[in-house]
Every structure is written in structure tokens, then in C-alpha cells.
């Protein structure tokens, strides 16, 4: 195994550990604050596929912004009432063949697909330059559209503090 | 390069260390003699009502849910600047047009929204 | 090739972190006898010649103190907390350059941690981070001070880092690059981004004050209303690395600002002069050091100098003024660019 290998294997613990907090916690707290660790570790992958800025994205948007809306969200609603919110085993049987179609998808796909493996070091610097070129050129029109979704989602978000 | 990785990698480490270090340090070195009322919650020296776990202002949660919006476009912003001045002799115009309408896009719904009063905080 | 580069990064992590770790000591010194002076009084003078020891005596006893964890409080993460605050204020200095390349033991070191292309991103992706150590901290403790100073602190934090962020990209649109070097590089001589961005410097300014939680904007540990903000439970240690990080989180702030606005490690024209190369490293080094003191003690300046805002006012600040001032500097760079270069 080389460093690199090593490093992969740690990101790759922490991310299914966590995510395993995140599911089997009966604390909603925890659930949250496992989910943290969750996003950081996949932030930690992109790295080592060489996706720089895909990583940083993950780290500005999911960690830095929706982790801390669901925290917040976490710290609006629990013990309000003084009971501790749990989570439960609800709908065992279509959960279990949700999670079998889904799984057999992911490894089907997995198997079937040839993937480009390159030597890690000799992969070029950086992506930003290629994304930033193939926004504005190749892939304008999904990038125009992602800002009207922004703008309904905003609305939305106007719309209900509105009521409030 | 993934090897311009590894210093941070290292970096983490030693800041973690250095917490977990200092954490424990003081809870070996320093004295131990809890009593109730030290270990109840300060509220200025009265008796504590209450939780403090209450509801707050969804303010706070709006002003989250807003961040997220516009930290989605400003992550758009960045592949643009980098690349923006490859554009230079003959395109630039159009790159910049093309940010202007994202920018101009959501620059309604930032109107909009203080219009509806969603940023005041009063 | 790897353990050398391993190798040569730890020593200089360790000199880096030495570096903070006694820069952060005396910014509280200089701060507490800057205040003094402002406020016409004398200062800590007793421990050391003029209180020099005064930082080492004060790390003593917070070690000493008993660490009291409230009986309410959610433990874990009662102690995460501020190590996350510490990890953040630490990390982000990894990509900062402190100069160009020095010539030691027959080969070339570059005087920074990491040269990421990335460099900018990763200092925001972390300052985003930064929240969770106040936010937890508060919420963990049960206490209403600190709740209400975690929330405060978050949503400040998180508004302010929109400005930072779109500050940035004036920044990355002079250059065309996100490395953290290639930004000092290009303002070679007098090129440097306060000049050609003034505004872009103003709003990061005014934001790095916001997420730094200096005054005017440290409503988190508002005294006369929050006692402590959301360290009011914590006590020795725990409460240091508080202390530590946002000190800490101070100097890595001048560092960052001094690399994008104030030309970084850059003495205009001093490639030109013909000196040796060896003395023009040091020299790019130590006029580093002096911006960032400087820096530094503007920082204490301005905290000894202005009141605090009011909770509404700074929000309205954040969403109102900086937000579109930071956007229509973006603009109005764009087509400067546009047209000047076509």
C-alpha cells in the first residue's frame, strides 16, 4: 500500500463510520453532529480523485451551509417540550427492498462500469480552469438555469418568512 | 498535484494533537472538587429557570436558509473569475454578459426578498 | 521524494505553529497594553520586565484551573467544541505564503505549508467551518447566555462570510488564479489589490472583523448583556483554546489580508536593487512580519476605538450594505477588465 492508499482508507472509514452514527443514533444530536463528519470525509475523496474544487464546494456548501441549517433546525426543535426526540424503526419490510433495489443499482453499476484509473501524481493541477471555460461555453444553459432555481428557491424562502 | 495535499494533511494532524493535548492537560493538572452548585448552570447568581433548549427566532433559521442560496451562487462565481480572462481578446463581452444575467437573475430575488421584509431583523 | 517532502513540511508546521502559538501570547499582551494606553491606564507590568511575562504567567493558571463542565451540559460535545474552534484557527494558515522561496542546505524551500491551487477556497471553506465551534459550544453548555451568544455568532458568521466570499472573487478576477503565491506575484511593485481594489479590501476588511467576532462586531461575548457569550461554562483549558482561537484566528486573518490586498510578502521593487539572494528572501520575510504586525495592531485599534453594533444593525450591514457593494465590485471589475485588456 502507498500513502495515498492509506490516506483513502481513513477518508473512506470515517465517511461510512459516521454515516453509520447518523443512521443508528437514537440521539437526533448526534445524528446531526455525525453527519459533519460524514460530509468532511467525502470532502476528503474528492481530493484524492483530484477533484479540488468539487471538494471545496462540498466543504463550503454542505458543511458550512446546509450542516448549519440542519443544526439549527436540530437546536429549534428538540426538547421544546421536554421530551427527547428519537428516532424510530418505522416500515421495516418496503425500507429493507428500497435499500435492496437501491444497493443492487449501486453495485451493478460499480461492476459494469470501466473506470478511468490514472496514476494520482500524474494527474494535471487543477479543474477550476476547465469548469469555469465549460460554463460559459459548452454548458451556459444549465448554468443560466441553475440561477432561476436559485431565484424560486429564494422566493420560496421570502414567501415564508413572510408568514412569519 | 496530489502531494501539495499532504503539508495540510500533516497540518490537521499536528492541530488536532494539539487540541486533544490540551484538553486532557488540564483535566489531569487541574484540582477536582464538583459540587452541585458548582456544576449547576450560571444565570447571574440566580437559580436557573427553566431549560435553556427553547424555541428561538426563526429569524436565525431564515438567515441560514438565505446563506445557503447565495453561497451557491457565489460557488459559481469562482470557475468563472478563474477562467474570465481566457475570454479576453475576442469573447469577453459575452462572458460578462452571461455572469451579468446570473447575477441580474438573482439580484431580483434579493429585491424581492427585502421587499418582503425577510431580512429585517427588528 | 514523499518522506523528504514530509520531512521538510513538519519542521516547518512546527516553526509555523511556534510562530502563532507565541504570536497569539503577544497580541494579548500588546493588546491588554495597547488598551491600556488608549484608556489611559498602565497595563500588566509586573510579571517579567514591563509584564513581558505576563502571557506565560496567564497560561499557567488557566492550566491549573479546575475544568467545570455544567451537570446540564451535553458533554462530547461540550469538549469538541473548542477544539474545533482551535483545529479551524490553526489549519487555515497552511496556504498562506510567508515568502518566496529561500535557498538553505543547497535547495530551494518555499516559504509556505502548502501551495494548493485551491489556496483562497480552502481559507473560506475553513473560516465556514469556524461556526461550529461557537454554535456548538453554545448550544452544548444549556445555558442561555451562551445559547443566545452561539446563535448570534452564527448567523453573524455566516452573513458576513457571503461579503468575504464575493470580495474574494475581485480578487481572483485580477488574477486569474486561486494560489494564494500567484496572488502576491501579480502585485508586483506597486500593483497591490488595495489599490486596484479598494472596495473588494473594504468589504473583506469589514468581514474578516465580523468573522473574527472583533469588536465592532463581537455581539457573541457582548458583556453587559451575554456575560460571556458562548464560552460563559467554560473554564481552564477549554476556555484558553477559546482565547487561543480567536486570537489566533485574528493573525491568521492579517496574514490573509496582507496576502490578498496588501501585497503579501512583496517590498515594491526589491528584486531590482541587486542584492544577494539570500538577503532578499529574509528581507520578503521580515516585511511579511511587519505588515502583519501592523495589521495586528489596527486590529486592537480598532476594537479599543469604536462601540459595538446593535444585533439589527450589524445584520442589516452584512445584507444591505456589503452584500451588493461586494457584488457590484464584481461587476464594475468585469468590465474594467473588459475593457482595458481588449
Same mark, same amino acid.
Given at each position: 500500500?502507498?500513502?495515498?492508499?492509506?490516506?483513502?482508507?481513513?477518508?473512506?472509514?470515517?465517511?461510512?463510520?459516521?454515516?453509520?452514527?447518523?443512521?443508528?443514533?437514537? %440521539?437526533?444530536?448526534? &445524528?446531526?453532529?455525525?453527519?459533519?463528519?460524514?460530509?468532511?470525509?467525502?470532502?476528503?475523496?474528492?481530493?484524492?480523485?483530484?477533484?479540488?474544487?468539487?471538494?471545496?464546494?462540498?466543504?463550503?456548501?454542505?458543511?458550512?451551509?446546509? =450542516?448549519?441549517?440542519?443544526?439549527? @433546525?436540530? =437546536?429549534?426543535?428538540?426538547?421544546?417540550?421536554?421530551?427527547?426526540?428519537?428516532?424510530?424503526?418505522?416500515?421495516?419490510?418496503?425500507?429493507?427492498?428500497?435499500?435492496?433495489?437501491?444497493?443492487?443499482?449501486?453495485?451493478?453499476?460499480?461492476?459494469?462500469?470501466?473506470?478511468?484509473?490514472?496514476?494520482?501524481?500524474?494527474?494535471?493541477?487543477?479543474?477550476?480552469?476547465?469548469?469555469? $471555460?465549460?460554463?460559459?461555453?459548452?454548458?451556459?444553459?444549465?448554468?443560466?438555469?441553475?440561477? /432561476?432555481?436559485?431565484?424560486?428557491?429564494?422566493?420560496?424562502?421570502?414567501?415564508?418568512?413572510?408568514?412569519? | 498535484?496530489?502531494? %501539495?495535499?499532504?503539508?495540510?494533511?500533516?497540518?490537521?494532524?499536528?492541530?488536532?494533537?494539539?487540541?486533544?493535548?490540551?484538553?486532557?492537560? +488540564?483535566?489531569?493538572?487541574? #484540582?477536582?472538587?464538583?459540587? #452541585?452548585?458548582?456544576?449547576?448552570?450560571?444565570?447571574?447568581?440566580? $437559580?436557573?429557570?427553566?431549560?435553556?433548549?427553547?424555541?428561538?427566532?426563526?429569524?436565525?433559521?431564515?438567515?441560514?436558509?438565505?446563506?445557503?442560496?447565495?453561497?451557491?451562487?457565489?460557488?459559481?462565481?469562482?470557475?468563472?473569475?478563474?477562467?474570465?480572462?481566457?475570454?479576453?481578446?475576442?469573447?469577453?463581452?459575452?462572458?460578462? /454578459?452571461?455572469?451579468?444575467?446570473?447575477?441580474?437573475?438573482?439580484?431580483? *430575488?434579493?429585491?424581492?426578498?427585502?421587499?418582503?421584509?425577510?431580512?429585517?431583523?427588528? | 521524494?514523499?518522506?523528504?517532502? !514530509?520531512?521538510? &513540511?513538519?519542521?516547518?508546521?512546527?516553526?509555523?505553529?511556534?510562530?502563532?502559538?507565541?504570536?497569539?501570547?503577544?497580541?494579548?499582551?500588546?493588546?491588554?497594553?495597547?488598551?491600556?494606553?488608549?484608556?489611559?491606564?498602565?497595563?500588566?507590568?509586573?510579571?517579567?520586565?514591563?509584564?513581558?511575562?505576563?502571557?506565560?504567567?496567564?497560561?499557567?493558571?488557566?492550566?491549573?484551573?479546575?475544568?467545570?463542565? #455544567?451537570?446540564?451540559?451535553?458533554?462530547?460535545?461540550?469538549?469538541?467544541?473548542?477544539?474545533?474552534? !482551535?483545529?479551524?484557527?490553526?489549519?487555515?494558515?497552511?496556504?498562506?505564503?510567508?515568502?518566496?522561496?529561500?535557498?538553505?542546505?543547497?535547495?530551494?524551500?518555499?516559504?509556505?505549508?502548502?501551495?494548493?491551487?485551491?489556496?483562497?477556497?480552502?481559507?473560506?471553506?475553513?473560516?465556514?467551518?469556524?461556526?461550529?465551534?461557537?454554535?456548538?459550544? @453554545?448550544? &452544548?453548555?444549556?445555558?442561555?447566555?451562551?445559547?443566545?451568544?452561539?446563535?448570534?455568532?452564527?448567523?453573524?458568521?455566516? +452573513?458576513?462570510?457571503?461579503?468575504?466570499?464575493?470580495?474574494?472573487? @475581485?480578487?481572483?478576477?485580477?488574477? @486569474? +488564479?486561486?494560489?494564494?503565491?500567484?496572488?502576491?506575484?501579480?502585485?508586483?511593485?506597486?500593483?497591490?489589490?488595495?489599490?486596484?481594489?479598494?472596495?473588494?479590501?473594504?468589504?473583506?476588511?469589514?468581514?474578516?472583523?465580523?468573522?473574527? %467576532?472583533?469588536?465592532?462586531?463581537?455581539?457573541?461575548?457582548?458583556?453587559? $448583556?451575554?456575560?460571556?457569550?458562548?464560552?460563559?461554562?467554560?473554564?481552564?483549558?477549554?476556555?484558553?483554546?477559546?482565547?487561543?482561537?480567536?486570537?489566533?484566528?485574528?493573525?491568521?486573518?492579517?496574514?490573509?489580508?496582507?496576502?490578498?490586498?496588501?501585497?503579501?510578502?512583496?517590498? #515594491?521593487?526589491?528584486?531590482?536593487? *541587486?542584492?544577494?539572494?539570500?538577503?532578499?528572501?529574509?528581507?520578503?520575510?521580515?516585511?511579511?512580519?511587519?505588515?502583519?504586525?501592523?495589521?495586528?495592531?489596527?486590529?486592537?485599534?480598532?476594537?479599543?476605538?469604536?462601540?459595538?453594533?446593535?444585533?439589527?444593525?450589524?445584520?442589516?450591514?452584512?445584507?444591505?450594505?456589503?452584500?451588493?457593494?461586494?457584488?457590484?465590485?464584481?461587476?464594475?471589475?468585469?468590465?474594467?477588465?473588459?475593457?482595458?485588456?481588449?
Amino acid at each position: 500500500m502507498n500513502y495515498y492508499e492509506i490516506i483513502f482508507y481513513v477518508f473512506a472509514v470515517l465517511t461510512v463510520v459516521s454515516a453509520g452514527v447518523v443512521v443508528f443514533s437514537r %440521539n437526533i444530536i448526534y &445524528s446531526a453532529f455525525a453527519l459533519l463528519f460524514t460530509f468532511t470525509g467525502v470532502a476528503g475523496i474528492y481530493v484524492l480523485l483530484n477533484a479540488d474544487f468539487i471538494a471545496i464546494t462540498q466543504l463550503l456548501i454542505y458543511v458550512g451551509g446546509i =450542516m448549519i441549517l440542519l443544526i439549527f @433546525g436540530v =437546536m429549534l426543535t428538540t426538547n421544546v417540550t421536554n421530551v427527547e426526540i428519537t428516532t424510530q424503526t418505522l416500515k421495516a419490510l418496503p425500507a429493507t427492498i428500497v435499500v435492496a433495489i437501491v444497493s443492487a443499482l449501486l453495485v451493478s453499476t460499480m461492476v459494469s462500469t470501466k473506470w478511468a484509473v490514472k496514476d494520482p501524481i500524474s494527474v494535471e493541477s487543477t479543474t477550476i480552469n476547465q469548469i469555469g $471555460e465549460l460554463l460559459l461555453t459548452k454548458y451556459l444553459l444549465p448554468f443560466e438555469i441553475a440561477s /432561476i432555481v436559485l431565484l424560486i428557491a429564494m422566493m420560496g424562502a421570502a414567501f415564508l418568512a413572510r408568514k412569519n | 498535484m496530489l502531494n %501539495n495535499y499532504i503539508p495540510i494533511l500533516i497540518l490537521m494532524l499536528f492541530a488536532i494533537a494539539f487540541a486533544i493535548v490540551c484538553v486532557f492537560l +488540564s483535566k489531569f493538572i487541574g #484540582p477536582k472538587n464538583p459540587n #452541585p452548585v458548582k456544576l449547576s448552570t450560571y444565570e447571574s447568581g440566580m $437559580e436557573p429557570v427553566g431549560t435553556a433548549r427553547q424555541r428561538f427566532s426563526v429569524k436565525y433559521y431564515m438567515a441560514a436558509m438565505l446563506f445557503i442560496l447565495f453561497d451557491i451562487e457565489i460557488v459559481f462565481l469562482y470557475p468563472w473569475a478563474v477562467a474570465y480572462r481566457k475570454f479576453i481578446p475576442n469573447t469577453v463581452y459575452y462572458a460578462l /454578459i452571461e455572469m451579468s444575467v446570473f447575477i441580474a437573475i438573482l439580484l431580483v *430575488g434579493y429585491i424581492y426578498m427585502i421587499r418582503k421584509g425577510a431580512l429585517n431583523w427588528d | 521524494m514523499i518522506t523528504e517532502l !514530509i520531512i521538510t &513540511s513538519t519542521i516547518k508546521i512546527t516553526l509555523v505553529i511556534i510562530v502563532i502559538l507565541t504570536g497569539v501570547a503577544y497580541s494579548v499582551y500588546a493588546e491588554r497594553r495597547i488598551s491600556a494606553l488608549i484608556q489611559n491606564r498602565i497595563g500588566p507590568n509586573r510579571v517579567g520586565p514591563a509584564g513581558l511575562l505576563q502571557p506565560i504567567a496567564d497560561v499557567l493558571k488557566l492550566l491549573l484551573k479546575e475544568d467545570i463542565v #455544567p451537570a446540564k451540559a451535553t458533554k462530547p460535545i461540550h469538549t469538541l467544541a473548542p477544539m474545533i474552534s !482551535i483545529f479551524v484557527a490553526l489549519c487555515t494558515i497552511a496556504v498562506v505564503p510567508f515568502g518566496d522561496s529561500i535557498h538553505l542546505f543547497s535547495r530551494d524551500i518555499r516559504l509556505q505549508i502548502a501551495d494548493v491551487n485551491i489556496g483562497i477556497l480552502y481559507i473560506l471553506a475553513l473560516t465556514s467551518l469556524g461556526v461550529y465551534g461557537i454554535t456548538l459550544s @453554545g448550544w &452544548s453548555s444549556n445555558n442561555k447566555y451562551s445559547l443566545f451568544g452561539g446563535l448570534r455568532s452564527s448567523a453573524q458568521m455566516i +452573513s458576513y462570510e457571503l461579503s468575504m466570499g464575493l470580495s474574494v472573487v @475581485g480578487v481572483i478576477l485580477m488574477t @486569474g +488564479s486561486l494560489s494564494l503565491q500567484d496572488i502576491v506575484l501579480h502585485q508586483f511593485g506597486w500593483k497591490w489589490n488595495i489599490i486596484l481594489q479598494p472596495i473588494g479590501f473594504i468589504t473583506f476588511l469589514v468581514a474578516a472583523f465580523a468573522e473574527t %467576532n472583533r469588536a465592532p462586531f463581537d455581539l457573541p461575548e457582548a458583556e453587559p $448583556e451575554l456575560v460571556g457569550g458562548y464560552h460563559t461554562e467554560y473554564s481552564s483549558m477549554k476556555f484558553a483554546l477559546f482565547f487561543l482561537a480567536e486570537y489566533a484566528n485574528m493573525i491568521v486573518s492579517s496574514t490573509v489580508i496582507v496576502t490578498l490586498f496588501l501585497g503579501g510578502w512583496q517590498f #515594491p521593487y526589491l528584486q531590482t536593487f *541587486g542584492l544577494p539572494p539570500l538577503v532578499v528572501s529574509l528581507l520578503q520575510v521580515f516585511t511579511f512580519v511587519i505588515k502583519v504586525v501592523a495589521m495586528i495592531v489596527f486590529f486592537i485599534w480598532v476594537r479599543w476605538s469604536i462601540p459595538r453594533f446593535r444585533y439589527d444593525q450589524l445584520m442589516n450591514l452584512g445584507w444591505k450594505v456589503m452584500l451588493p457593494l461586494a457584488l457590484a465590485n464584481i461587476v464594475i471589475t468585469a468590465l474594467l477588465i473588459a475593457i482595458f485588456r481588449s
